[in-house]
Antibody, heavy 126, light 107 residues
Framework: QVQLQESGPGLVKPSQTLSLTCTVSGGSISSGSYYWSWIRQPAGKGLEWIGRFYTSGYTNYNPSLKSRVTISAGTSKWQFSLSVNSVTAADTAVYYCVRECSGSYSCGGHYYMDVWGKGTTVTVSS | DIQMTQSPSSLSASVGDRVTITCRAT??????LNWYQQQSGKAPELLIYSASTLQSGVPSRFSGSGSGTDFTLTINNLQPEDFASYYCQESYSTPYTFGQGTKLEIK
């Protein structure tokens, strides 16, 4: 059973870079059946899709964040990462790493986010 | 971007009730619509994908329907563990967007 776990600093200063890592257990990011994504949720608010990464190196970002975001493979096939630069208080949120079924044959042609990490809270404050 | 509008934003109901949550898209998304449940302080969990397919392990009292722009999530025979927030999400095109959420509370 695949599990995801986010890790990284819980406090980031304004204008600096937020960096998070997602560790995948029970599987690897090399699987061609999935995208590896990041979603965030400000306290008391809804969910925002940040972007996703595919094993080929393909990435896809939310235009609202595109110029500040990078999602990439980690240092092993069991990790992927998120980087958001020039952060402000508006980037304060719970950040989730997520596995998304990619519409592949093994996913029955469907697209959905079926495995979520528990989330990590990042606060942007001086 | 596709905008997703859920209604109601909050809902009070009792154990054993049947409730319906609706989600409307600003353009035709076919059946590319997923539903998630989020318990307080926890990560969302997938309930239904492709508008009506129940995720493995999800109780059959949950059901989804719709296509195009209008979708519904129905919960029959509400159980205490169902009181949570629910989100719809379109998977038709990126950037993926979510509804604003429906908070289901105990009456």
């Amino acid at each position: 059973q695949v599990q995801l776990q986010e890790s990284g600093p819980g406090l980031v200063k304004p204008s600096q870079t937020l960096s998070l890592t997602c560790t995948v257990s029970g599987g690897s990011i090399s699987s061609g059946s999935y995208y590896w994504s990041w979603i965030r949720q400000p306290a008391g608010k809804g969910l925002e899709w940040i972007g996703r990464f595919y094993t080929s190196g393909y990435t896809n970002y939310n235009p609202s964040l595109k110029s500040r975001v990078t999602i990439s493979a980690g240092t092993s096939k069991w990790q992927f990462s998120l980087s958001v630069n020039s952060v402000t208080a508006a980037d304060t949120a719970v950040y989730y790493c997520v596995r998304e079924c990619s519409g592949s044959y093994s996913c029955g042609g469907h697209y959905y986010m079926d495995v979520w990490g528990k989330g990590t809270t990042v606060t942007v404050s001086s | 971007d596709i905008q997703m509008t859920q209604s109601p934003s909050s809902l009070s109901a009792s154990v054993g009730d049947r409730v319906t949550i609706t989600c409307r898209a600003t353009q035709n998304i076919g059946r590319y619509l997923n539903w998630y449940q989020q318990q307080s302080g926890k990560a969302p969990e997938l309930l239904i994908y492709s508008a009506s397919t129940l995720q493995s392990g999800v109780p059959s009292r949950f059901s989804g329907s719709g296509s195009g722009t209008d979708f519904t999530l129905t919960i029959n025979n509400l159980q205490p563990e169902d009181f949570a927030s629910y989100y719809c999400q379109e998977s038709y095109s990126t950037p993926y967007t979510f509804g604003q959420g429906t908070k289901l509370e105990i009456k």
